[in-house]
């Protein structure tokens, strides 16, 4: 479904109708020279069902033709290109590949999901082409055609659709996003903590189980008149045992915070760049992107460029003033559009939104069964620690028994018969 369909500013487009779902995976290996290699990811869309290679290079320029198209739509933001330099190493190498797939993911979801940009032609070069000069086909496909005013058939009739308020509305809802936005932002960086704590957990866990192993695998000598030492030679074996189940707690604490990373943060990171994506859109209808288009008359095809060169083929090519004119109107056409395209791309907001229930029944479900799983490793460890505190108990009394019979055998020997 497309939002241009029947009546454009009225709400009907529901979460089940906005699109495809695809994946963006790191190829394995890294291609180029030596010195000069670079990553590549793995794009399958539900759609096409064409698996393709792209680089970062390739999500750029079609990032870039995106917002030159659609500049009147939200277009999503792209994952930053790299980090500061000195900051990478091997580990946190693997760690920006990975937050930064994770951001390409997000950001062809949400262009994937959109109703009008799902559907265009540059969408369906970069999700299907597999030639190694996609960026060429994408640059030579917007050429073609040119921004959406110039072929969208509400351009020529984007006022007839606004209510006369209709700047009022726009400022209302840019607010309420807004706020939107900054609560959104703050739920995010909680999620995050939760799940940094988690990490955490697991790595104090997997310390705790080290440690012990450590202490149970100690072979030193213990004095052989010690009172308790066959209780803690008991004891000191059966703590290497028991720091395997600090392991399997380890491993379930590093679980949660996955869970809670893939399940929660990423998809209120989903959100929050889709707003994100929004205040953008906002920026440039206030900073002028009329005026950055005012080329809107060129060698174009689309049904506005049939208007303007119509009008145009009674001008005489001296009357400048009727060139005017012609501007201004486009400029208006321009300027209705752009006002309609933004109270959808409002729609399009409040229709995401709803996602905030779904996403805080995936928080409480993973919370109930992370805390489950860790019980029941704790559970497990419990009757264990007993066994061993009475193992210990039961050593520690034999001896003490033995010693006191050898006192009293010594006792005996010398005081002799009566």
Not at 131 to 138: E, F, G, I, K, P
Request: hydrophobic share 35%; proline share 4%.
């Amino acid at each position: 479904m497309h939002l241009g369909q029947q009546n454009p500013v009225v709400d009907g487009i529901s979460l089940k109708e906005l699109g495809d779902s695809v994946l963006v995976e790191i190829e394995p290996r890294r291609k180029g020279l030596p010195f000069l290699k670079h990553v590549e990811y793995r794009i399958v869309s539900k759609c096409f069902q064409i698996p393709v290679q792209r680089r970062y290079s390739d999500f750029e320029v079609f990032h870039g033709l995106l917002l030159q198209k659609f500049i009147y739509r939200m277009v999503p933001p792209l994952p930053p290109k790299r980090i500061l330099k000195g900051v990478l190493n091997s580990i946190s190498d693997r760690e920006f590949n990975d937050s930064r797939r994770r951001g390409l993911q997000r950001f062809m979801a949400l262009v994937i999901r959109h109703p009008v940009l799902a559907g265009d032609e540059l969408v369906s070069i970069f999700l299907s082409a597999s030639s190694a000069d996609v960026q060429n086909m994408l640059r030579d496909a917007y050429k073609k055609i040119g921004d959406e005013f110039l072929t969208s058939q509400m351009a020529l009739h984007g006022k007839v659709y606004l209510p006369e308020d209709i700047q009022t509305h726009a400022a209302t809802n840019r607010e309420v996003i807004a706020n939107i936005h900054s609560s959104f932002n703050k739920l995010r960086d909680v999620a995050e903590r939760m799940a940094q704590r988690s990490r955490e957990n697991s790595t104090d866990l997997l310390m705790f189980g080290k440690d012990l192993s450590e202490l149970g695998s100690d072979t030193s000598d213990l004095p052989v008149n010690a009172t308790m030492s066959k209780a803690w030679k008991t004891q000191r074996k059966s703590l290497v045992e028991l720091s395997g189940e600090f392991d399997l707690l380890a491993d379930k604490a590093a679980h949660q915070g996955s869970r809670e990373e893939d399940e929660v943060v990423e998809k209120l990171n989903l959100l929050l760049e889709q707003l994100q994506s929004y205040k953008d859109l906002c920026v440039r209808h206030d900073s002028g992107v009329l005026l950055e288009h005012q080329r809107a008359f060129e060698k174009r095809s689309g049904p506005v460029a049939k208007h303007l060169k119509y009008q145009n083929s009674f001008e005489q090519p001296e009357s400048r003033l009727t060139q005017q004119e012609n501007t201004i109107i486009t400029m208006e056409m321009r300027r209705y559009f752009s006002f309609l395209c933004l109270h959808q791309e409002t729609q399009l907001v409040f229709t995401y939104l709803p996602l905030v229930t779904s996403i805080l029944g995936t928080f409480v479900h993973s919370q109930i069964q992370g805390h489950k799983e860790m019980g029941d490793v704790w559970g497990d460890l419990h009757p264990k620690l007993k066994d061993l505190f009475e193992s210990a108990n039961a050593a520690s009394s034999r001896s003490s028994s033995q010693k006191h019979t050898s006192r009293g055998q010594k006792t005996c020997a010398i005081i002799g018969p009566a």
